[in-house]
């Protein structure tokens, strides 16, 4: 166990093409981290870079206090778990769990000792003469985990693991993969594109885009104050309404939108958004912000009427679509609340959860 | 709306109930014949062979009779083959060369094939096209330039000049199969055996050999053939009795001028070609997944 440490990495591919554009970041020992990012974003790369599968343009990595910049995959003492499980198809599982093991040379009975704990663990223990064709996707990635952990490596790798998987399945892998960093803690670094995943399984997210990381933080914190315009969007399904307006003075600070509407600032946040006042703003609120009218007294809550564009129940919310000033919206509401396309929907707009995004930096104010 | 509106206003033409059905029976006919033609012209041949091997100088030369039907079968010409000497040293000279052939064409061509598909180094590309590319030399074209090189190197009339020259036919294009099949698989599964701590030859012996067994039989059997079926090489560079192989070695035994042993020639013709038979028999599923996994890989 370690911890890994990014110091000013770059990937730089031919013709000048930065995947990685100088990142710094510290994961300690023993924590969950998880890179999150659109496609494209560097996220694999770096995972790659820090299992020594790319090779690193600039900068320092260090896994347990070593510079590993030009240390082997094999030399770096750490595991990885592949997208497409990766398992050895002509060995049987437990030849698939040994295998990196017996490459170590370790005694038969350790090696059998340890394959038998990991299966235990992940509960595979009677797939382990079976070959990985004879295996649900599920299984294959069990056994794919159970390589990793019978290496007991300082750092486990994970690249987007469960994309393969069935929505069902993933769920249930996605526990188990906590359940397991819980019974073994090393310092795990794991990749996916999947917010949810992210905000489910980590100590600490790093929302990457276009090759920088956006912003590193508690999944609470990123989705209650996200940095930046990308991480307010990217954290959150349905994703933040972003609406364009302005910061006016107009007998208290308010917020006003492209076609007239204004709303007012919590008195908590005036003295914070009142040095953006005249410039060109967006503001950005989460659905479950935008809801039905049964909170409006609450201090902040601001009422508005939505013609509702198209209603899809999820059974425990009701997600209402409409349109404010051209822009699309989401509202997420309670699933009693009757409504229908084309009806009019009072909204309760809790301000106090209000984001204020400065469109010439793109940053959270 | 007002293309289904418009299409409402056509006549619509009544579908044939069966059609598909008479279509596909006809297509399934058409294939049987075709098939069944292209079967017996390759089949008449070694059927012929057989049953003539199997026949009598004088029956065989007899003007009377049916030749299709062997009136006295006989394995008189396979037991005066079997028992003589120069017929052996033939046969054990074309094991000799398709074992050599088949043993440094295969390892050169795996170990090719994985540094080229794998370790991607600079040129490796370049390279590649470039072996593809010598497989289009036609061997015919080079046999007189490939005589002066053997002559040079004092290999003419040695089965050493054929150990040389087969794998020059052979690795071009067993290299091309295993650059198809190793493409095939998956680089998570290099990736993850190199962070289990295995270095490239074990890579390649302990994960890659295994799963591209198809493609590596397939490829064994194609240099096999290459060097068991040779005819023109040996017959240019090999002229004594003892040195020569079994193709070369059933004219120059059993055709003496313009006497030809024709019972004991399709004789020796059956057991050349059993070899090959046999191993395409056992091995074909393997051959054919070897191949179309280069295929499709493109």
Redesign the interface.
């Known amino acids: 166990m370690a911890n890994v440490s990014i110091r000013k990495v770059v990937k730089a591919y031919e013709g000048d093409v930065q995947a990685v554009k100088g990142i710094d970041l510290e994961i300690i020992d023993h924590e969950f981290v998880v890179l999150v990012g659109p496609s494209g974003c560097g996220k694999s790369t770096t995972l790659r870079m820090i299992a020594g599968l790319e090779e690193i343009t600039a900068g320092e990595i260090w896994i347990g206090g070593d510079v590993v910049n030009d240390v082997p995959p094999r030399d770096r003492d750490i595991a990885m778990v592949f997208q497409n499980y990766a398992l050895y198809p002509h060995m049987s599982v437990f030849d698939n769990m040994a295998f990196g093991l017996k490459l170590r040379k370790f005694p038969k009975e350790e090696i059998k000792r340890r394959v038998d704990e990991a299966a235990t663990m992940l509960d595979i223990q009677m797939l382990l003469d079976r070959k990985p064709k004879a295996l649900s996707g599920g299984q294959r990635q069990r056994v794919a985990m159970g390589r990793a952990v019978v290496r007991n490596p300082k750092v486990f790798l994970f690249d987007e693991p469960l994309s393969n998987l069935d929505a069902k399945l993933r769920v249930q892998m996605r526990t188990e993969i906590k359940k397991l960093h819980q019974l073994v803690p090393t310092t795990t670094v794991y990749v996916t594109h999947d917010q949810i995943e992210a905000m489910t399984l980590a100590d600490r997210v790093v929302v990457m885009n276009h090759g920088v990381i956006e912003q590193v933080g508690a999944p609470q914190e990123l989705y209650h104050h996200p940095a930046t315009r990308f991480v307010a969007g990217f954290i959150g399904s349905p994703a933040m309404n972003f609406l364009p307006c302005q910061v006016i003075d107009d007998g208290g600070l308010k917020v006003q939108l492209a076609d007239g509407t204004k709303m007012a600032i919590p008195a908590a946040r005036v003295d914070r958004y009142g040095p953006y006042k005249g410039k060109k703003m967006t503001l950005g609120i989460r659905p479950e912000h935008m809801t039905e009218t049964h909170d409006s007294e609450k201090p902040g809550v601001q009422i508005m009427n939505a013609k509702v564009d198209v209603v899809e129940p999820m059974g425990m919310e009701t997600l209402v679509h409409h349109f404010v000033d051209g822009v699309a919206v989401c509202s997420r509401i309670d699933p009693n609340v009757q409504t229908g396309p084309g009806e009019i929907l009072p909204l309760a707009i809790d301000m106090n959860n209000m984001h204020l995004i400065e469109d010439a930096t793109n940053r959270v104010v | 709306m007002s293309a289904s509106a418009t299409a409402g206003n056509l006549p619509v033409p009544k579908a044939k109930v069966g059609s598909m059905e008479k279509q596909r029976r006809m297509a399934l006919w058409a294939s049987y014949i075709a098939l069944t033609f292209f079967v017996i012209i390759f089949l008449i041949p070694p059927f012929y062979m057989i049953i003539t091997s199997l026949k009598t100088s004088a029956e065989i030369s007899a003007q009377a009779g049916n030749p299709w039907i062997v009136q006295n079968p006989t394995f008189d010409n396979y037991w005066e083959l079997m028992t003589n000497a120069a017929f052996q040293r033939y046969f054990i000279n074309s094991v000799w060369v398709t074992a050599v052939t088949v043993t440094l064409s295969m390892t050169i061509a795996i170990l090719a094939a994985f540094s080229l598909s794998r370790m991607g180094f600079k040129g490796s590309q370049v390279l590649s096209t470039g072996v593809f590319l010598t497989y289009l030399v036609p061997p015919s074209l080079l046999f007189i330039p490939l005589f002066q090189i053997l002559g040079w190197l004092g290999l003419i009339n040695s089965t050493w000049a054929l150990v040389l020259l087969f794998p020059t036919l052979a690795v071009p294009f067993c290299t091309w199969i295993m650059i198809g099949y190793f493409s095939s698989i998956?680089k998570?599964?290099d990736?993850?055996?190199?962070?289990?701590?295995?270095?490239y030859p074990?890579i390649l012996i302990?994960?890659f050999i295994?799963?591209a067994l198809p493609g590596i039989i397939a490829a064994t059997i194609f240099a096999f053939t290459v060097a068991w079926g040779a005819f023109l090489y040996p017959l240019a560079y090999l002229y004594s009795a003892d040195q020569a192989t079994l193709t070369v070695g059933i004219v120059r035994e059993l055709i003496k001028g313009d006497v030809f042993a024709w019972g004991m020639i399709m004789a020796a013709c059956a057991m050349a070609a059993a070899p090959p038979i046999i191993i395409y028999t056992f091995l074909m599923d393997y051959y054919i997944a070897g191949l179309t996994a280069g295929a499709t890989k493109g």
Not at chain 2, 191 to 199: H, K, N, V
């Open positions: 998956p998570e599964l990736e993850a055996a190199l962070i289990d701590g295995a270095s074990q302990q994960i295994p799963v």
